[in-house]
């Protein structure tokens, strides 16, 4: 059994009242019905949390995310938490990325996922349909982004927190509007208590609640100067109220219409002031980093330091709340702090400065992937990176599994880096960043955001003129849209790669180049042409010494001798992959050669054989936890038994194939359905 999502964040600590708000909460709890069915008091409504005038750090999350784990209980299939980041310097989740990540959560494998957004929207809907799910949309900045995120059953529930009250989700889907308002002065005074401690407070009650005023009883402010206050057990609360006033002075000459900074600018300098040089340069440098959410490494690499000073100094920064600890050695930079950061860093460091440092993380965040990406796909094409530019030692990994691992962590901080990169006009970085993330996107099935990356990858190569980072993207774009079924983008992509790899010399590109353009052929059943075209990729890799390339296009030409019924050529193009295979120890590739050997032995009456060569690749499969190929193994299993009058037999895989293939609805598989039928027939 797939155990239940629990996606929330850890709630925030001294949470302070909100009593009344919590009651409204608590009011949208489903009840029990007398039909068995799922309803709150109030009906099936989202309920949008919203700040008045769209006041930032008022507290929307950390109410949120209380409320939510005090009835999380109630919601027994599971929780699903994203911050939208809809709000702030860095650019905003999409609701294709959220959708994607849901469903996974959910379970739902990534050959299911389709690209378009609609289709996305509707399985995440019957997902949920029936289940008990709270569904938390954090930081949305409109309807937009909200609305593909909504169940559609009674028995779910969203809450959506925004600085906007978004109307358009009150009107057409019935949302009902929570606005919450700034702390009262006793609410506020109380979590100074909690936190800086009741005697102290009560002496200098007065002075408490000018500095009450003065963070505009917002609870974040509220916090970082309760931190400072903490830090300083001698100093008068007279004095940190008179700083305050002091900073304000200074700092109001500088504010503009709607600057959302205004109310808590002054804690923030205050704060950033407090700090010694070396964290105060860590925390503006910190607001130059790609995404919100970052890792320790990463911020050393940000700010040139050695990863044990680094952590010294963000503990420094966690201690003054102006940065959470989220996980361990990753941190998150509030989108009011960030924006505050990135204030600093244009006062505090000059634009080389902060060139320098966007370059060493940018890089550093290239070459960590680079090291990932040689452990999952060794022989996979290799990209020249500049290692003696890195001034910071990247990330190395000890096997697969941990390279994988911080890869999903970092997803998103490297889809950002990419954007990054693009925006600063750092080419080289753009179009390299996706060339060596091409196999993670591959083996994670994320074929929209592997489409995206080579794109933007394309368009870093063409503006600064490098004709081998053209080669390399076009290549990786090719493959995306073939498997997102884009066929006719994907022969453009694959003809200008041949085009490119060639004018550069490089075999691996214009060989895979034009194996892909053969099997785009094989599938539209123009098999001459299909032949012809792989026979020259096959050319090209032996020119170049590409074994496995070689291999790759002699399994394909095999498959365009097996539709044209040439099963003796077929076999034998199938026996010449195998050795290839096996002589550089390419195991996945040895079984995946084996279900073509075994296709045309099917075909051509080879039962036996055939069978043996399944079943090997079936365990090869199994153990790659290759479900995919897995279900084309247990197919040709089946094919077999049924040619040897084994109908039994035959009915055993089919109904495990078919348990699989009910989990992968895709483009991909539909081939596969087509060959359970006549199987079906065959067994009745």
């Known amino acids: 059994m797939f155990p239940a999502p629990r996606q929330l964040p850890l709630g925030v600590t001294e949470f302070i009242n909100r009593e009344e708000q919590l009651a409204e909460l608590d009011a949208f709890l489903p009840l029990d019905t007398l039909d068995g069915q799922r309803a709150t008091r109030f ?22 995310v209380h409320w939510a784990h005090r009835v999380r ?67 949305a900045s409109s309807v937009n982004q909200v609305r593909p ?8 529930m969203t809450i959506v927190t925004s600085r906007n009250t978004l109307p358009g989700l009150v009107a057409r889907e019935g949302a009902v509007r929570m606005v919450i308002g700034v702390l009262s002065m006793t609410e506020s005074l109380e979590l100074l208590r909690r936190i800086v401690g009741a005697e102290r407070v009560d002496m200098e ?62 804690v923030f300098s205050s704060s950033y002031r407090a700090l010694n040089p070396n964290a105060a340069r860590m925390f503006r440098l910190l607001g ?29 920064l966690t201690g003054s709340h102006l940065v959470q600890l989220v996980a361990p050695e ?53 990209v020249p990176i500049d290692i003696d530019e890195m001034p910071i030692t990247p990330l190395s990994f000890d096997d697969v599994d941990r390279a994988m691992q911080w890869f999903e962590s970092e997803k998103n901080n490297l889809l950002d880096a990419l954007r990054v990169a693009m925006k600063a006009e750092q080419f080289d970085i753009a179009w390299k960043l996706p060339a060596v993330m091409y196999g993670f996107f591959e083996l994670r099935s994320y074929w929209s955001d592997w489409r995206e990356i080579h794109v933007i990858g394309v368009r870093a190569a063409e503006l600064s003129g490098d ?75 032996r020119a170049v010494g590409e074994r496995r390339g070689e291999g790759m296009a002699l399994v394909s030409l095999g498959n365009c001798y097996r539709s044209r019924g040439l099963y003796g050529e077929a076999i034998d193009h199938a026996h010449k992959a195998l050795r290839i295979f096996a002589e550089i120890e390419d195991g996945w590739s040895v079984a995946w050669g084996r279900c073509a050997l075994g296709a045309v032995l099917n075909a051509s009456g080879g039962y036996e054989e055939s069978l043996g060569n399944y079943r090997l690749a079936l365990e090869t499969f199994v153990k790659f936890e290759d479900r995919l190929n897995e279900s084309r193994a247990l197919i040709g299993v089946a094919e077999a038994h049924v040619g040897m009058n084994n109908r039994s037999e035959a009915q055993i895989y089919v109904r495990r194939a078919t348990t699989i293939l009910e989990n992968l609805e895709d483009a991909e598989v539909a081939d596969l359905w087509e060959r359970i039928g006549p199987l079906d027939d065959a067994n009745s």
């Open 73 to 139: 209980h109630h919601y027994e299939d599971g929780d699903l938490y994203i911050n939208m980041r809809g709000y702030g310097s860095g650019p905003a989740v999409s609701v294709e990325h959220v959708l994607d990540s849901f469903l996974r959560a959910l379970n739902v494998t990534p050959d299911r996922i389709p690209s378009d957004l609609e289709e996305r929207s509707a399985i995440y809907r019957s997902m949920l349909n029936g289940k008990r799910v709270l569904v938390i949309i954090d930081n």
């Open 330 to 382: 990753r941190y998150l930079l509030h989108d009011l702090l960030r924006v505050y950061a990135v204030e600093c860093a244009e006062v505090g460091e000059t634009a080389l400065e902060r060139a320098a440092s966007t370059r060493r993380v940018l890089l550093w965040y290239l070459v960590s992937v680079y090291n990932g990406h040689k452990v999952i796909l060794p022989r996979f094409h290799s």
């Open 149 to 156: 995120l909504l169940p559609g059953s009674s028995s779910c």
């Open 288 to 316: 130059l980093h790609p995404g919100p959410e970052f890792s320790a490494p990463a911020a050393a690499a940000l700010a040139g330091l050695d990863p044990k000073a680094t952590r010294r100094l963000l503990d420094i």
């Open 467 to 541: 004709r081998y980072g053209e080669a390399c993207n076009y290549l990786g774009l090719g493959d995306a849209n073939w498997l997102l079924r884009r066929l006719d983008e994907a022969l453009v992509c694959y003809q200008t790669s041949t085009a490119a790899g060639r004018e550069v010399g490089d075999g691996w590109i214009e060989g895979f180049s034009l194996r892909q353009t053969g099997v785009l052929l094989l599938e539209a059943g123009q098999f001459e042409q299909a032949i012809a075209v792989i026979g020259k990729s096959i050319d090209v890799f």
């Open 43 to 64: 009906g099936n409504v989202p309920v949008v949390i919203s700040a008045i005038a769209g006041t930032p750090g008022i507290g929307k999350t950390a109410l949120a």
């Open 205 to 266: 009650s007065a002075a408490a609640e000018q500095l009450v005023k003065q963070c505009a009883y917002l609870p974040l402010a509220l916090r970082i100067i309760a931190e400072r206050i903490t830090s300083h057990p001698y100093t008068d609360l007279a004095d940190f109220a008179e700083e305050l006033a002091d900073e304000r002075a200074c700092l109001d000459a500088l504010e503009i219409e709607d600057d959302e900074l205004s109310d808590v600018r002054a």
